[in-house]
Structures are given as structure tokens and as C-alpha cells.
């Protein structure tokens, strides 16, 4: 951005999840006048509003037995996959994994679905997160399990588990009653050393 480049004290980043552009300056005053120079120069179309938050979800309660098969055939080499999963919370309400993190563990027996198909279940399951719901934002903290699955003897190659996976997982955390994080800013706080305290206020402590 030319603007950005022609006043240091201006800066311009992407929002690596909402895909607008931030600017940023020394106050409300000075972002109002770039505003009217960037709306002078590229015309008043350029739409202004707050910067938009990337919200987080995560599972609220557990529920199994997702079943997701994936068959495509379009008159060539088709695809398989059979998955069923169960989606939990990572960790209990308050705790420090809750809301936070992913696992994910395969309890199939029997060799019904290869190792090569669970690792390519856990990456489409990784997708499937990211992507969040259609109607929602990313997911975050749950415990997925791939309990039982079923492999064709010509059609099942890893893609069609990770599409398994993927899918499979999309529509989960609507049945897990989802719930949306508030988000968390991390703040950096630089006090002059004239204005900092010579000691620390600690709270009182009862005698046992």
C-alpha cells in the first residue's frame, strides 16, 4: 500500500482469517484522515468498519457413533471409506485442555481399517476443524476416536479417508451443542519506571 509506504507512522496488515485489511496508526484522528485519502484516491466505495474477530468453538458435550461413507464412482478407479467416530470434549469444563488442543485415537480392531487410513482420518479430521461448521467458526479442544470403519478391496486409498474424515467430522459439533470462546487478546503494558512501585501488594494469609 503506497500510503503505508509514504507515512511510517501507518501500517497495513491481511487477517490471516477474515482476509480484510487492518490499518493501523497513532489514533482515531490520524486513521480518519488515511480513510478520506484512501477513499479520495481509490473512490468512495472503500468500505470502514472495526476490525473483526476470529472467533473459536468448541465441544460442549460428547456424542458417538458419526457414521460417514464415502463411495465415488465416476466409471474409472473409484473411492471408499467407511468411518464411524465419536467426538468428546478434550478436557472437562474449566480445566487448562479445555477449549484448547485436539486428539484424536483410533479404536478399530481386527484390522478393519489399515494404519495408513487412520493417519489419512486424523489429517481430514485436522480439515474438518479448521474449516469449522458451515454455519460456524474453527473448533477447537475435542477428542475425536475413529471406532470402527470398513475398507473396499480395490476402492479404499487414503484420499478417500481423509474425505471421509473431513466430512464425517463437518456436521459433528452441531450434535456436541458447541460452544463459542470468547476471545483472548494477549496485551504488552509499558509503564514509565517513575510510575512503578517500589514493592508488591500480596493478599493477606489466614494462619492455620
Request: negative net charge; aromatic residues 4%.
Amino acid at each position: 500500500m503506497r500510503l503505508v509506504e509514504e507515512a511510517p507512522s501507518l501500517a497495513a496488515r491481511t487477517g490471516r482469517e477474515t482476509g480484510r485489511t487492518v490499518l493501523s496508526g497513532t489514533g482515531e484522528p490520524h486513521l480518519e484522515v488515511a480513510v478520506e485519502r484512501i477513499r479520495r484516491e481509490q473512490g468512495p466505495a472503500v468500505g470502514v468498519g472495526r476490525p473483526r474477530v476470529g472467533y473459536r468453538e468448541t465441544v460442549g458435550r460428547g456424542a458417538s457413533g458419526f457414521v460417514y461413507r464415502h463411495v465415488e464412482q465416476d466409471g474409472g478407479v473409484g473411492q471408499f471409506a467407511h468411518v464411524v467416530l465419536d467426538v468428546e470434549p478434550l478436557g472437562t469444563a474449566g480445566s487448562a485442555e479445555s477449549g484448547s488442543g485436539f486428539a484424536f485415537c483410533s479404536a478399530v480392531t481386527g484390522g478393519r481399517v489399515p494404519q495408513e487410513y487412520v493417519r489419512a482420518v486424523e489429517a481430514g479430521c485436522r480439515d474438518a476443524l479448521a474449516e469449522g461448521p458451515s454455519d460456524g467458526h474453527p473448533v477447537t479442544g475435542p477428542r475425536v476416536t475413529l471406532t470402527d470403519g470398513a475398507t473396499h478391496v480395490k476402492d479404499s486409498l487414503e484420499a478417500a479417508f481423509h474425505t471421509a474424515g473431513r466430512l464425517g467430522l463437518r456436521d459433528a459439533p452441531r450434535a456436541c451443542a458447541t460452544v463459542l470462546l470468547e476471545p483472548v487478546a494477549e496485551v504488552t503494558v509499558t509503564v514509565p519506571k517513575d510510575a512503578v512501585g517500589g514493592s508488591v501488594i500480596r493478599p493477606p494469609v489466614a494462619a492455620g
